[in-house]
């Protein structure tokens, strides 16, 4: 079965650190672009960060660069966010999430991790 | 306030047809392809329209999705209870070298 398994969330206190893991089973991660997209608690989707197959192209979104580091390690078949530096805003549900090979579509998503932001 | 713009609800009652919109500009719609989710409560979203008409295999062909200049649409025919959720599109922005995502429709099936 395919699957993206998020892990490390939990309580942070402003201006801490966290790594997110995501973990693919089923498929092979080096394949693949991923994405991280979040989803504060009540709003809307957001998305992160995006890193190529080969990690040779990373985009982040203006909310995180700077604090947030996409990472990803094809031999574990696992992708990483470092995310320094956080604030109550960052307070979210983060998700993995998989591109379609060629596509920038995002098919395949991990059920979350949350991380919340409070002191 | 998201880039893209969408109705924050919209209803419809079973078997009726409803369509959401999303509106956006030249650097994100107007130049890329379109993307629909479904998100259904407590749940990951999960992709339904992609590159602006297609279909993953196992949505429904209720569903389907247009494109004209900056704005794009979902529509759902035949509606069901179940297609109560969330529904998301985004696409990337050419001048945020991003992805973008609207705000969300809340489906309500009456």
């Known amino acids: 079965e395919v699957q993206l398994v998020e892990s490390g969330g939990g309580l942070v206190q402003p201006g801490g650190s966290r790594r997110l893991s995501c973990v693919a089973s089923g498929f092979s991660l080096s394949t693949h672009s991923m994405n991280w997209v979040r989803q504060a608690p009540g709003k809307g989707l957001e998305w992160v960060s995006y890193i190529s197959s080969s990690s040779s192209t990373i985009y982040d979104a203006d909310s995180v660069k700077g604090r947030f580091t996409i990472s990803r390690d094809n031999a574990k078949n696992s992708l990483y966010l470092q995310m320094n530096s956080l604030r109550d805003e960052d307070t979210a549900v983060y998700y993995c999430a998989r591109d379609i090979v060629g596509n920038t579509a995002m098919d395949v998503w991990g059920q979350g991790t949350t991380v919340t932001v409070s002191s | 306030q998201s880039v893209l713009t969408q109705a924050p609800s919209a209803s419809g009652t079973p078997g009726q047809r409803v369509t959401i919109s999303c509106s956006g500009s030249s650097s994100n719609i107007g130049s890329n392809y379109v993307y629909w989710y479904q998100q259904l409560p407590g749940t990951a979203p999960k992709l339904l329209i992609y590159?602006?008409?297609q279909r993953p295999s196992g949505v429904p062909d209720r569903f389907s999705g247009s494109k004209s200049g900056t704005s794009a649409s979902l529509a759902i025919s035949g509606l069901r209870s179940e297609d109560e959720a969330d529904y998301y599109c985004?696409?990337?922005?050419?001048?945020?070298?991003?992805?973008?995502f609207g705000g969300g429709t809340k489906l309500t099936v009456l």
């Open positions: 590159k602006n008409n």
């Open positions: 985004t696409a990337w922005d050419d001048s945020l070298s991003g992805r973008v």
